[in-house]
């Protein structure tokens, strides 16, 4: 089974202060891991993911997140916040093997509100 | 072209009436989605398709009826809905199913149904 928990509905930040959205993940195996964002009325639109290799991945719009193995976290995360950055979050997963038909796995998903 | 198209934007419906949603890829994907997503909810999966075939049906009722006539449509038909059906409709496509570099979901932005 696999399992994605983003712990926070929402998060408020200032304009220009780093933002971060929270995700961990439970797989059996080895994950994939996605990162989407939705803005109002729209679908999704994807920002990043990692699949093996560096534990920082870097994505569009200036976000990037850290794979934490250990952990079993996928924090999304951008240095500076931009109220365009405002959006609902979600982060997925899928199982590397075992995920049949490429289903992915979604989170409640985190509302982000930049504030200028 | 690197876009997941759908039409209509919004479909308002009453409970005896038959329409489809429409789905287009020009990417070369092979595996194409239906996700349906209620307000403030993350997407839950309804059907995946393969190289043309159905290859998972969330356990879906029959009111939906997917067909994908060739590798760059998908459809949605839609026959006596209930207004609980109400909600976004939201078509992916990836490259394929397996595991691997290249199989991250694009989402096209939607058909937003209302059932009367």
């Known amino acids: 089974a696999q399992s994605v928990a983003q712990p926070e509905d929402q998060v408020n930040v200032a304009e220009g202060n780093p933002l971060t959205v929270k995700c961990t993940y439970s797989v059996s195996g080895n994950p994939y891991l996605f990162w989407y964002v939705q803005y109002p009325n729209r679908g999704l639109q994807f920002l990043l993911k990692?699949?093996?290799?560096?534990?920082l991945v870097k994505g569009s719009y200036g976000f990037e997140a850290e794979f934490n193995k250990s952990q079993t976290s996928f924090h999304l995360k951008k240095p500076s916040a931009l109220v365009s950055d405002s959006a609902l979050y979600f982060c997925?997963?899928?199982?590397?093997?075992?995920?049949?038909?490429?289903?992915?796995?979604f989170g409640g998903g985190t509302r982000v509100l930049v504030k200028p | 072209d690197t876009e997941v198209t759908q039409t209509p934007k919004h479909l308002v419906m009453g409970m005896t009436n038959k329409k489809s949603l429409k789905c287009e890829q020009h990417?070369?994907?092979?595996?194409m989605y239906w996700y349906k997503q209620k307000a403030k909810k993350p997407p839950e999966l309804m059907f995946v398709y393969s190289y043309e075939k159905l290859s998972i049906n969330e356990s879906v009722p029959s009111r939906f009826s997917p067909e994908c006539p060739n590798s760059s449509l998908l459809n949605l038909h839609l026959h006596a809905l209930q207004p609980e059906d109400s909600a976004l409709y939201l078509c992916?496509?990836?490259?394929?199913?397996?595991?691997?570099?290249?199989?991250?979901?694009?989402f096209g932005p939607g058909t937003r149904l209302t059932v009367l």
């Open positions: 997925a997963v899928r199982d590397m093997i075992k995920a049949a038909g490429n289903k992915l796995t």
């Open positions: 990417m070369g994907h092979r595996a």
């Open positions: 992916a496509s990836s490259h394929g199913l397996a595991g691997g570099r290249k199989n991250e979901q694009f």
């Open positions: 990692y699949i093996t290799g560096d534990n």
